[in-house]
């Protein structure tokens, strides 16, 4: 029995750079992708947006890779998310089954879009997190604003806290690419199915929707937030105004006195 291993390891990963020191042979290279057969029976799979995914590989295997691809990655995590997957290649045909799916051999286009999808499966749960603590946050703010009647945050951090939290929301839909399909899986009738059934097992489809539903949610917060703090300089400007004309009426009041 073979298995397939993805984990989340980083943030981002620096794959132009890391090709030019990593040389297996390539099987399939974008600026998003690399896919690599490192041995008869072997492959890795890296992708710019944090996540390597290893077939038959062992553990002590996979912690020295990912020492050598350290030095290219971006904002690495402390807990890294994995996920596996059995795959049999003594089979007679396809049958795919909950965590495992049986072949007839080893192919290297079909354990790519394996690869692929367990490591979209890792992704969904990265980014899951990643939505859960900006819905949380501005949860919590909200809350704050429907018992006081306001954010409780200044000006400047409140500027903070809207800049932060489109820089996570606007890393999470720069990466949301990676759940098209690929190419070949529309000229393929047998890996367009492959990729049908692999998408229903790991639930890609629900999963990817629940985070854009969530992101929509934050999004519109933000644009509270943002009319909010408008608001707030707004009313600070007009008491300028006020404090201003007020001032030149009692000049104008004393110079009339005296």
């Given at each position: 029995?073979?298995?397939?291993?993805?984990?989340?390891?980083?943030?981002?990963?620096?794959?132009?750079?890391?090709?030019?020191?990593?040389?297996?042979?390539?099987?399939?290279?974008?600026?998003?992708?690399?896919?690599y057969k490192t041995d008869a029976d072997a492959?890795?799979?890296?992708?710019?947006?944090?996540?390597?995914?290893?077939?038959?590989?062992?553990?002590?295997?996979?912690?020295?890779?990912?020492?050598?691809?350290?030095?290219?990655?971006?904002?690495?995590?402390?807990?890294?998310?994995?996920?596996?997957?059995?795959?049999?290649?003594?089979?007679?045909?396809?049958?795919?089954?909950?965590?495992?799916?049986?072949?007839?051999?080893?192919?290297?286009?079909?354990?790519?879009?394996?690869?692929?999808?367990?490591?979209?499966?890792?992704?969904?749960?990265?980014?899951?997190?990643?939505?859960?603590?900006?819905?949380?946050?501005?949860?919590?703010?909200?809350?704050?604003?429907?018992?006081?009647?306001?954010?409780?945050?200044?000006?400047?951090?409140?500027?903070?806290?809207?800049?932060?939290?489109?820089?996570?929301?606007?890393?999470?839909?720069?990466?949301?690419?990676?759940?098209?399909?690929?190419?070949?899986?529309?000229?393929?009738?047998?890996?367009?199915?492959?990729?049908?059934?692999?998408?229903?097992?790991?639930?890609?489809?629900?999963?990817?929707?629940?985070?854009?539903?969530?992101?929509?949610?934050?999004?519109?917060?933000?644009?509270?937030?943002?009319?909010?703090?408008?608001?707030?300089?707004?009313?600070?400007?007009?008491?300028?105004?006020?404090?201003?004309?007020?001032?030149?009426?009692?000049?104008?009041?004393?110079?009339?006195?005296?």
């Amino acid at each position: 029995m073979h298995k397939v291993s993805s984990f989340q390891i980083a943030d981002s990963i620096d794959i132009k750079a890391f090709k030019t020191v990593f040389t297996p042979e390539l099987l399939y290279s974008d600026s998003d992708e690399l896919f690599y057969k490192t041995d008869a029976d072997a492959f890795i799979y890296v992708f710019k947006f944090g996540i390597v995914s290893f077939f038959n590989y062992n553990e002590l295997q996979i912690a020295h890779f990912i020492e050598v691809i350290n030095p290219y990655c971006k904002n690495k995590l402390a807990d890294r998310l994995t996920e596996d997957f059995e795959i049999d290649v003594t089979a007679s045909r396809y049958k795919l089954g909950y965590n495992k799916i049986e072949l007839p051999g080893i192919d290297a286009n079909v354990l790519r879009l394996i690869m692929l999808n367990v490591s979209q499966s890792v992704a969904l749960d990265h980014y899951s997190q990643l939505t859960n603590i900006l819905l949380e946050e501005t949860n919590y703010h909200t809350q704050i604003l429907e018992q006081k009647g306001s954010l409780g945050l200044s000006g400047g951090n409140l500027k903070k806290y809207i800049g932060r939290t489109l820089n996570i929301k606007n890393r999470i839909t720069a990466n949301l690419y990676i759940f098209d399909s690929p190419d070949e899986t529309w000229e393929d009738e047998d890996l367009n199915k492959l990729d049908v059934g692999l998408k229903r097992t790991f639930d890609l489809k629900d999963r990817f929707r629940t985070i854009l539903e969530g992101l929509a949610i934050v999004k519109e917060n933000l644009d509270l937030f943002k009319d909010i703090l408008q608001h707030r300089n707004s009313t600070r400007l007009e008491w300028v105004i006020i404090i201003l004309i007020m001032v030149e009426v009692l000049n104008l009041f004393i110079e009339k006195l005296f």
